[in-house]
């Protein structure tokens, strides 16, 4: 079966006065239908840049490799130049949340005329069907007085209903792949739990694909149902959720773990990852975690190892140097 | 008195507001009728979510917010300040004693000033040292307490990742040797882990220099674990308050029990046994009578729908107050 998406062997670099930044090297996922994939890792691990390159939103200094390849329903997104091609998935197949919903509403025109703008331009369909699908959508987030908001602007709404006008907003075009990028990290945590609900009850409904992309493990654990775990470019682990949470085996993630505070076990002490994130400017060579790594084995320090993914349980896959210095620790 | 560092005696503060220069001005009721007390050497958690009066009630401890009635009481060894009737040298000494850490370590580093500089300042505008050789001592003293290398006092902040910068902000908090430090938020803008890392060095420095932490966030899970006591704040009002350990173990208030049912489960077979609330926090112009809570209480008794019960805090175990409205 092929999936709804596949991204293979993929490299963005972009181009700087400071040189040529590396921000993600030899990326390989895929998303089923109906299937969420959650992306986590710290800021600047690559996340977003992955997710925009999906979407070929990145800005005009990137280049891509060229053995990449991103297939969406059959179609390599990265052969795509004309604007007609982009229009199919920008907005048609694939749709983005985005983590501040202020930010992505403009802010002078009206909520209701922005969600019939893009109805517009993705479907055949006249002005008063774009409004009564609209309208219909926002009630479907849970928007009450659905007609009232659709003539207001993003200011009037509180940090939750934006977030719900943005899904709402995202959804109406029907596509195939939603991009959820960091969605609930600006809202309060009772307001993040209805979100998530009504993400999870609309992605079930629509059977769509999402990429769930958060720095948060409880959110990741919560919605994925596969997992990605990013540092400085590169998946250094990804497999089925329960398996990366409970099992990890690469120590990047086991890190993340114990940093996190857990509120069902306040004696564990917190362990810090030791040492910062490396500048992408001088991006270690081989184990791109080794310059932090607790248990680092003697060949990946000097950088000798490359990075590869190696599948340790069916569907598990980690970083052939994290396999060596999880098993130390 | 003698364990106290700090007493809040029914504090509220209220903002005046008017929409536009014609309508009629009215009051935001930010923080209403607040008394905590906070223990020498204690680390207090004050937690809430967005718009609930935290920040307001941090900033009015500090004496950086005009407290509208009821007084905040500083017992220093000598002598004990009250806030709302001090004189300006009076004022100098508190802001030596009392110190605040900020949220977002980008935003509160000058980037004109090298990190020297910016944890100098302090001693500077406050006339502690006298001689140049001096605050440097005292300079590399804090920031080498704090973990920064000596050698990068010359740089310029651009230089450093987040969790680097929130050591150079906690340096400078700490430099003019304050007794109590308000850390609003200063761990929400890190990654995990980079956070655990901010987090045990407060720790460390509390034991190190004797200081007494109120400590501002809104994630329910770094507050259990660093706090001694916390408040729960919803609309303006404490609803809850108590020992850390009693209070997440064993909440009483409603809201306490949704917020900590909406912590994400970091077990993936746990999923959604939130309570959810419904709406979101009404706005501290118009507050619901009676119970501020009723608006969103999953499970609101008879009395406090028609907002006939008044807020108060009753004594449920030793040390564990909860609003009355749900402890009854």
């Known amino acids: ?329 | 008195m003698g364990d106290n560092l700090i007493s809040v005696n029914n504090v509220s503060v209220n903002f005046d507001y008017q929409e536009n220069f014609i309508s009629k001005k009215q009051k935001i009721h930010a923080v209403n009728n607040i008394n905590i007390k906070i223990k020498k050497g204690s680390f207090f958690g004050l937690v809430g979510e967005s718009g609930s009066g935290k920040t307001t009630l941090g900033r009015a401890i500090l004496g950086a917010n005009k407290i509208s009635s009821g007084n905040v009481i500083f017992h220093d060894d000598e002598k004990d300040y009250d806030l709302t009737d001090m004189n300006k040298q009076d004022l100098k000494e508190y802001r030596k004693k009392a110190q605040l850490i900020f949220q977002d370590p980008y935003a509160a580093l000058s980037p004109r000033m090298t990190v020297r500089d910016i944890i100098a300042e302090p001693l500077e505008v406050m006339k502690i040292t006298n001689s140049r050789q001096e605050t440097d001592e005292r300079v590399r003293d804090i920031a080498s307490k704090c973990r920064l290398n000596i050698e990068h006092l010359r740089r310029f902040p651009h230089a450093f990742s987040g969790g680097q910068r929130q050591r150079i902000s906690i340096a400078r908090a700490l430099v003019s040797n304050p007794k109590f430090i308000v850390a609003d938020e200063s761990v929400a803008a890190l990654d995990v882990s980079i956070q655990a890392d901010i987090l045990n060095l407060l720790k460390q420095l509390q034991t190190e220099l004797n200081l007494t932490y109120l400590f501002i966030s809104h994630d329910l899970s770094v507050v259990a674990h660093v706090c001694d006591v916390v408040a729960v704040m919803y609309l303006g009002h404490i609803v809850e308050m108590g020992p850390s350990r009693e209070l997440f173990k064993n909440p009483k208030h409603s809201y306490t029990k949704a917020l900590l049912s909406s912590i994400p489960s970091i077990d993936p077979e746990k999923r959604s046994e939130a309570i959810e609330l419904k709406g979101e926090i009404p706005s501290a112009l118009n507050p619901p009578p009676g119970c501020v809570f009723r608006t969103r209480c999953p499970n609101p008794g008879v009395d406090c729908k028609g907002g006939e019960i008044k807020m108060g805090l009753i004594e449920v175990e030793p040390g564990h107050w909860v609003d009355q409205c749900c402890a009854l």
Request: hydrophobic residues 40%; negative net charge; proline residues 5%.
């Open chain 1, 1 to 329: 079966m092929s999936h709804l998406l596949e991204v293979k062997n993929l490299d963005v670099k972009f181009d700087t006065d400071e040189g040529r930044i590396t921000a993600v090297e030899n990326i390989s996922l895929s998303v089923d239908q109906g299937e969420v994939l959650g992306i986590v890792g710290e800021s600047g691990s690559g996340k977003s840049v992955t997710a925009k390159s999906i979407m070929k939103l990145n800005p005009g200094n990137t280049s891509y490799n060229e053995d990449a390849e991103i297939i969406l329903d059959n179609e390599n997104v990265l052969q795509f130049t004309s604007k007609q091609d982009l229009k199919k998935i920008r907005g048609g197949k694939v749709s983005m949340i985005f983590q501040e919903p202020m930010a992505s509403f403009a802010p002078a025109i009206k909520i209701g005329a922005q969600m019939v703008e893009q109805l517009l331009i993705h479907k055949n369909i006249n002005k008063e069907e774009a409004k009564s699908i609209s309208i219909n959508m926002l009630k479907r987030v849970g928007i009450a007085d659905a007609e009232k908001r659709f003539n207001q602007y993003a200011f009037e709404l509180s940090g939750g209903m934006r977030q719900r006008a943005m899904i709402a907003m995202a959804l109406s075009t029907m596509p195939k792949l939603l991009l959820a990028d960091e969605p609930t990290t600006a809202l309060d945590v009772t307001i993040q739990a209805q979100v998530i609900n009504l993400i999870k009850d609309i992605i079930k409904e629509y059977q769509m694909g999402v990429i769930f992309i958060t720095h948060d493990l409880g959110v990741i654990a919560q919605v994925a149902d596969h997992v990605a775990v990013m540092y400085l470019g590169s998946v250094v682990e990804k497999g089925p959720v329960n398996e990366i949470l409970k099992n990890p085996k690469h120590p990047y993630t086991k890190g993340l773990l114990q940093a996190l505070p857990d509120i069902n076990n306040l004696d564990a002490p917190l362990s810090p990852i030791p040492g910062n994130i490396p500048s992408p400017l001088d991006r270690p060579t081989g184990c791109v975690f080794r310059t932090r790594c607790p248990h680092h084995n003697p060949e990946g320090k000097d950088g000798k190892i490359e990075m590869k993914l190696i599948e340790v349980e069916p569907g598990h896959w980690v970083d052939q140097c994290g396999i060596k210095c999880g098993q130390n620790g």
